[in-house]
C-alpha cells in the first residue's frame, strides 16, 4: 500500500506542471518571454496575425473554414500566454482530442509553424524568442499529426 501511495505521488508531481493541452508540455517557469512577446496585448495581435495567415495558406485553410474563429483564437492566446509563463491557464480539451482526427499531415504541421513564424516576424519578436515558443509547440506533432 505504501509503495502504491508513493508511486501516486511521483505521478501526480510529474503531472503537476504540464499544461497546455498535453501532458507534457511545461510552461516557462517565469514571466520574461511573456513580456517579449507584449503581454496579453502582444498575443492577442500575433494571434490575429497567425490566424490570418492560416486561413491565406491553401494547406491549412480547409482545416480551419468551419471553426468558431473568435473562440479558436482566444484559446490560442491562452495557451501561448500559458506555455510563455504568464497569468493564464489554457483550459481546452487536450491536443490530442481536438487533432486526433481531422487527418492532419506533416505537412499542415509544417504550415502552420510557418504561419506562426511569418505572424513572429510582422510582429518584431525577436529570434531566440521566437525559438522558444517553437520549442514548447513543436513536441505536440505527436498528438497532432496523424496522417503520413
Ligand atoms: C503545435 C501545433 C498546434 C497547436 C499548438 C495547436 C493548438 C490548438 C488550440 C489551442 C486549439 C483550440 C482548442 C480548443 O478548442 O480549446 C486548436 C484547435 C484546432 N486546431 Fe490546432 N494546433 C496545432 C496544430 C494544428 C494543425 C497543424 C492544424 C491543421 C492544419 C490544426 C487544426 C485545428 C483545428 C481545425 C482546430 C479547431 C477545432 C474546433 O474548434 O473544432 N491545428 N489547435
Do not use: W
Amino acid at each position: 500500500m505504501k509503495k502504491i501511495i508513493a508511486l501516486l505521488i511521483v505521478a501526480c508531481s510529474l503531472n503537476v506542471h504540464a499544461a497546455a493541452g498535453t501532458d507534457y508540455t511545461v510552461p516557462y517557469a517565469n514571466d520574461e518571454l511573456f513580456h517579449v512577446f507584449g503581454d496579453k496585448p502582444g498575443l492577442v495581435k500575433l494571434v490575429d496575425d497567425f490566424h490570418d495567415n492560416l486561413m491565406r495558406d491553401p494547406r491549412t485553410r480547409p482545416f480551419f473554414e468551419n471553426v468558431e474563429q473568435d473562440f479558436l483564437k482566444e484559446k490560442l492566446v491562452e495557451q501561448f500566454c500559458e506555455v510563455l509563463g504568464g497569468p493564464c491557464v489554457y483550459n481546452g480539451p487536450l491536443m490530442s482530442k481536438i487533432h486526433a482526427q481531422r487527418g492532419i499531415g506533416k505537412t499542415e504541421f509544417n504550415a502552420l509553424v510557418q504561419a506562426l513564424q511569418l505572424a513572429m516576424d510582422k510582429n518584431g519578436i525577436p529570434f531566440p524568442a521566437q525559438n522558444k515558443l517553437l520549442a514548447k509547440l513543436a513536441p505536440m506533432h505527436r498528438d497532432v499529426v496523424t496522417k503520413q
